[in-house]
């Protein structure tokens, strides 16, 4: 069971993974919820002494670091990237008890260097932001690295991706130990998707970009009115008054991408807020969004997202409607 939570700070704090953490496990949401509240405390080397964090300001932590003890879960926030023998010593000492006596170890983005520096990823699969994962298997050789995931779930170790991508992997751990409800609740109050796939990407590989052309803008607007009709190059030439060859060049120099490239991300996208939003099956948002088969639609969606379309609906699933816990929000505030 995941009761009791403990999050250790150190000077270079990154106040968005500290917040998204504290933000999960931190508040007390059985006042309107079913929700039970956590047993959740900020630790740092020394109870009372500020932490520096990357914006200017103090994080004064209430505990030290004997408050990591008996905690169920330990929280590793990200921090600056240092080499590893300048994170604190007492700090690493008690990460190694806290997994040696099988405490769950969950870390937001760089904090999987402060595992790393405890000796923690050796041989285990990890992840972290894509912007270090380099760094990370050069200091770690033995850590199976995977930098293009959200998080992984390796048992008794969590590590995530980077920024929001930290929410996803502690909603992940609620859902493994409480359940989807109290999951979803807590998302809900968050305003976050209840869980993205773990082997869902970091990042969109290719992004959909904006046009400055006038004559490109009416084009991008009729391509994505008509996500479900057939285009060709040809055809979306002629509609620009332009030669094939001349608006394949402009399409490519303006937004990045190449026409089709650029409206099968559309369709994704579209495809995406279906799954989401209604219960259409895969062969109707298919043909609506223009894949033509459910198995060509399979192939782009997992190809442009990192998972299977139905894998994509079931974790954005909710069973708690967001009208009931307004209500229950509304009470508790009298």
């Avoid at 995977?146 to 995530?160: C, M, N, R």
């Avoid at 937004?255 to 062969?283: C, F, K, N, Y």
């Avoid at 994509?312 to 409607?321: D, G, L, M, S």
Wanted: hydrophobic share 45%; net charge negative; glycine share 8%.
């Amino acid at each position: 069971m995941l009761q009791s939570v403990t999050l250790p700070v150190i000077d270079g704090l990154a106040v968005f993974e500290f917040g998204l953490l504290s933000e999960v496990f931190g508040l007390d949401r059985s006042v309107y919820s079913d929700v039970p509240a956590f047993d959740f405390r900020v630790c740092g080397i020394e109870a009372g002494r500020p932490v520096s964090t990357e914006v200017g300001a103090q994080v004064v932590p209430a505990h030290g670091l004997e408050a990591m003890e008996h905690a169920d879960v330990i929280a590793v926030p990200a921090a600056r990237v240092r080499p590893a023998e300048e994170y604190p010593a007492e700090l690493l000492d008690a990460l190694r008890r806290a997994a040696d006596r099988g405490a769950i170890l969950l870390s937001a983005c760089s904090g999987a260097f402060i595992l790393g520096a405890a000796g923690l990823l050796d041989g285990r699969p990890c992840t972290t932001h894509w912007r270090y994962a380099e760094e990370l298997q050069r200091r770690y050789p033995t850590a199976r690295i995977d930098p293009d995931v959200l998080f992984v779930d390796d048992g008794d170790l969590i590590t995530s991706a980077g920024t929001a991508a930290g929410i996803d992997a502690s909603l992940h751990l609620v859902r493994r130990e409480l359940g989807s409800a109290i999951a979803n609740v807590i998302a809900r109050n968050m305003v976050v998707p209840p869980q993205r796939d773990g082997g869902q990407r970091q990042y969109i590989e290719r992004p959909v970009p904006q046009a400055d052309s006038d004559t490109l803008g009416d084009v991008l607007a009729y391509m994505g009115d008509r996500l479900g009709a057939t285009h060709s190059v040809a055809s979306l030439a002629q509609r620009a008054h332009m030669s094939t060859r001349t608006f394949a060049r402009r399409f490519v120099a303006e937004t990045g991408v190449t026409p089709m490239q650029w409206i099968t991300a559309q369709r994704v996208l579209h495809a995406r807020l279906a799954l989401e939003t209604t219960d259409a099956s895969i062969e109707e948002i298919a043909a609506t969004c223009g894949f033509g088969s459910a198995t060509l639609f399979r192939h782009h969606f997992t190809r442009e997202v990192g998972i299977a379309p139905s894998a994509y609906r079931r974790t954005y699933a909710c069973a708690v409607p967001a009208e009931e816990i307004a209500e229950r929000e509304l009470l508790s505030l009298g």
